[in-house]
């Protein structure tokens, strides 16, 4: 074999083996890239200054409204108590996200209209609420998917559909 074609050869497994490093480090930036936690801010807490504006006694629904906007949402019951609600989460990757900072601001009025109290709750005064997974039985008979797909077939007859082309006699009225 001439040198000219070791040369070539070396340059070319070279050069491959450069393609490959760059190929496997751009994947392994992707990987590391998609395990970076993502931020996200959701809801709506009024900034500190426009809060401690708001004095309870002197301040009706109209001006708390203008001030700080729409609550995020009011109370089951009544509509006396305004709740504002905003979370910063951050999620990686496939996980479940963490709760970075979750703030509620409780505006409550009195009959008048006219704020009556106002309390701002952070994580450390929320309670974690488990779901409860049972399920409420029922009775009847428990159908596979095949049964309910073809369990009408042939159930109804014509004249319960309206699909009946027979003249029904009526009794005569007079």
């Known amino acids: 074999m001439s040198i000219g074609r070791q040369v070539a050869a070396t340059g070319s497994s070279a050069r491959a083996r450069w393609a490959a490093g ?15 936690g993502r931020l996200d801010v959701r809801g709506h807490v009024p900034d500190e200054e426009a809060v401690l504006a708001v004095q309870p006694g002197s301040f009706d629904r109209m001006q708390v409204a203008e001030l700080l906007g729409t609550p995020s949402t009011m109370g089951t019951f009544d509509d006396k108590t305004w709740y504002y609600i905003g979370a910063r989460t951050e999620t990686t990757a ?4 963490d709760i970075i900072d979750q703030q509620v601001l409780m505006v409550k009025f009195d009959d008048s ?15 974690i609420v488990t779901p409860v997974e049972d399920v409420t039985p029922t009775h009847g008979r428990k159908l596979t998917v095949l049964q309910q797909i073809f369990g009408n077939i042939g159930r109804f007859s014509e004249l319960q559909t309206g699909g009946s082309t027979s003249a029904v006699k009526l009794p005569d009225p007079n």
């Open 22 to 36: 760059v190929v496997l480090a751009t994947g392994l930036a992707g990987l590391l890239a998609a395990c970076e």
């Open 94 to 97: 496939f996980f479940d996200p």
């Open 113 to 127: 209209g006219v704020v009556e109290t106002m309390k701002l709750y952070g994580v450390e005064d929320g309670r």
